[in-house]
């Protein structure tokens, strides 16, 4: 079987994807890595090989130019994914425009540059199954035009998936003649330039492969959701040597991710007010900053370790709690390792994710507007202190372990691939 992943040039969506990658590609089935071409590097640093499409475009460059744009666009959910999260925020005019907002001002730009040379590439090379995340609406298009299986692979909470079933009951209300559909209507006609038609998988996928338990997950209805563990990969990795051993205190991680500062002004929480607060506790604090925020202390209380990057995978299960911003991919690492959590969310699904782990019991959240020192410390108080988080947290780490591994969801990939592939059984001899 061949399997074409395609991405946006968005790292921490990638590094989601690589877990399954691998394990299909150790089951024997050729995998290859569609992206733009300035992203390839990141793309064979995994060990796995790209396939540079298209030309290179960043959104993030042209939106930078409206610091205040940006800066508004970072909080939440927006029309029309924030109807996932409030059900009463599923109005018609609202999401209807926010549809048209998030095709012109997202999914074109981010897409346009890969379409064309991504189609060209399925073409030559008949890829049996695409898989794609929520945001590269390049793939289904390319899985259209050649007949293949294809399917989303989450990287977090399916906002997109349940505010389109939204949106489409909706729409269904209108009368016939007021049914725009922006979506369906681009990506239709992309079907339309490649010889076939728009249906709702170009939306949705065939299916759609969820690496979170329920528990901290939303549903569309009528879509079929294959569930997988959510396996950490953090790109090149070192574990360093004070981590061989048990530390002598309890040991609490703070780490609000790459993105804040990869693509974002910084931090939404004060790192020198938080490391003071919690320099008053009997604790030990690993904190990793990024350089620019690093830049902005002035002190250092003795018990915190201050690095650029360590890997959570091999930072998290030392802990007793981690503080973090609610990003999917550590939200995951450390559900993982049933260590309990202090979620500070701010962008996207962030709050919705940290809500739905505090309504499990595995930790607690705290809202950016609220994120001072002493609150912090105080909830990190309350981690360590009552039993019931870490007990809590014990069970979504066996929920997460309960689930398939990308190994062993292989071969119900090969199965929905048979069933949803429309061409003829390629021979890859």
């Not at 590269?136 to 906002?159: Q, S």
């Not at 019991?361 to 990190?380: D, K, N, S």
Request: glycine share 8%; charged share 20%; aromatic share 8%.
């Amino acid at each position: 079987m061949r399997v074409l992943f395609t991405v946006i040039p968005e790292k921490t969506i990638f590094l989601s994807m690589v877990p399954l990658a691998w394990a299909l590609r150790t089951a024997g089935h050729e995998v290859r890595f569609a992206c733009q071409p300035s992203f390839a590097p990141v793309v064979t640093q995994a060990g796995l090989t790209a396939v540079p499409v298209g030309r290179d475009s960043d959104v993030f460059r042209m939106a930078r130019r409206d610091p205040d744009g940006l800066e508004a666009a970072r909080v939440g959910l927006h029309a029309p994914w924030d109807a996932a999260e409030d059900p009463s925020r599923a109005r018609w005019e609202p999401m209807l425009n926010g549809y048209y907002d998030a095709v012109e001002k997202g999914h074109k730009p981010e897409n346009f540059p890969m379409i064309a040379g991504l189609v060209e590439f399925a073409r030559h090379w008949r890829p049996d199954l695409v898989l794609w995340d929520p945001l590269t609406y390049a793939g289904p298009i390319a899985a259209t035009a050649t007949g293949a299986a294809h399917a989303r692979l989450l990287f977090g909470a399916d906002v997109f998936g349940v505010a389109r079933a939204h949106f489409l009951r909706l729409k269904a209300e209108r009368p016939a003649g007021e049914r725009a559909d922006h979506l369906a209507d681009w990506l239709g006609a992309y079907a339309r330039k490649y010889g076939a038609e728009f249906t709702e998988s170009m939306v949705t996928g065939h299916f759609t492969v969820d690496q979170f338990p329920r528990g901290l997950q939303i549903e569309a209805p009528e879509l079929d959701y294959l569930r997988m563990q959510f396996v950490p990969y953090n790109g090149p990795a070192t574990v360093p040597g004070w981590l061989w051993s048990r530390p002598a205190r309890p040991r609490v991680a703070l780490t609000m991710g790459l993105t804040a500062t990869d693509l974002f002004d910084g931090y939404t929480i004060g790192a020198q007010d938080v490391l003071d607060a919690l320099g008053a506790l009997d604790i030990e604090v690993v904190a990793t900053l990024a350089d620019a925020e690093r830049a902005k202390l002035h002190r250092v209380p003795d018990n915190a370790r201050l690095l650029p990057f360590v890997p959570l995978h091999a930072l998290a299960p030392t802990c007793a709690a981690v503080i973090h911003h609610a990003g999917p991919g550590t939200l995951g690492t450390v559900a993982r390792y049933g260590v309990p959590q202090l979620s500070i969310p701010y962008s996207f699904d962030e709050p919705l994710l940290a809500r739905k782990l505090a309504e499990h019991g595995a930790g607690l959240e705290l809202p950016h507007t609220g994120a001072t020192g002493e609150a912090i410390r105080a909830a990190v108080q309350r981690l360590l202190a009552e039993p019931r988080f870490t007990a809590r947290a014990g069970a979504l780490r066996d929920e997460t372990l309960a689930l398939p591994t990308p190994n062993q969801l292989v071969p119900r990939l090969e199965e929905l691939t048979a069933r949803h592939r429309t061409g003829a059984p390629h021979d890859h001899r």
